[in-house]
């Protein structure tokens, strides 16, 4: 019987060597038993060659075994091994204790001879530390403060959270692509708001995504705060003014219904102050409406709001009063009024007078 060249043992030989050293000589492989990951708890993010969250902890895996994997052979991570697949395929099994990942790999170092299978252990520990974006966060750190203005009036409460509502969506949709996008602190003043934030890229967006949704001009101003400790470059905080020109209250006249005039997202909101019922127009088709005069757009001062009393009630009708000017009566029919109200003789009412005709409306804490 013929022995191994290499340790002299009989038995069956491969390429001339027995099993032990056939595998010895032609693959390679080596995995340390512990591998140390920086790990950010704050936001869920780990560290490699630059920060990333961690959402898919298989991939964190296959990323990190197969940069700590040393062979001479090509590695592939797979599901099930496959008999047409040439790479070496390794299949992983793995559990969670605390912040360390037990990690079994199942190698096959030859696609066609599973006899050669064998088994590796080793751990991935998430160490404990603070990525730098969220020790800036939690800092107080911020590059650029954008200030939201009106255009010589001071922004009314409603438009005030309209804004800020804006702002926070596309801060949620940039933080994706740019770490720093986030808003470290929000400050409301008299004459407007000023949003301190982690990326001045960021706040030039927002700036400009607000001029598109009510127009205006922006500004920016540069002041020196010091050196770069690191780099010795001179460090520069940007003010962003965006002076935004339509924040007044406006009011929308639409198919003889009176709407509170809105912008949500690309779309407008039309609430009715009549009934509160809500309804959503795509800006393309808003501009299309308001260029056929579908649409009549009135700005809150010139919106005429009257007092009135319910003088008499029929099946078919009110009588009503004003309650100033001529004490004018006036009957309004009941298919009229859409107000989810129930009305009685003697009830007060407001209404808004839109091309001579007189619109009962519910929602007086709108007005």
Known sequence: MKSCFICGKEGILIEGRCRECHIREAFRFSIPGRIKVPYCKSCNSYYTNRWKSLNDKLSFLNEILMSNISSNHEIIIVSEFSKKEKKTQIKLDFTEEGNVFKVKLEIRPFPDDPSFDMGVYTEILLSGEQCQICSRFYGGYYEAILQVRGEGKKIESNKTNLILEIIDDLSDRFISKDRMAFIAKIEEKKEGIDIYMGSLSAARKIANELLKKFGGEIGE?????????????????????????????????????????????????????EDGDILSIKGKEFEKELKKEAIRVINKDLLEIIDLVVTEVTPERYQMMKMSGDYEQFYILREQVHIKKILNAGDNAKAAIVDNRIIIIEQESII
């Open 221 to 273: 101003s540069h002041k020196l705060m010091g050196l770069d400790r690191d780099s010795g470059k001179k460090i520069y905080r940007t003010t962003i003014t965006a002076r935004l020109k339509d924040l007044t209250q406006r009011y929308a006249y639409y198919r003889e219904h009176l709407y509170l005039l809105d912008i949500s997202g690309d779309n407008f909101k039309l609430t009715s102050i």
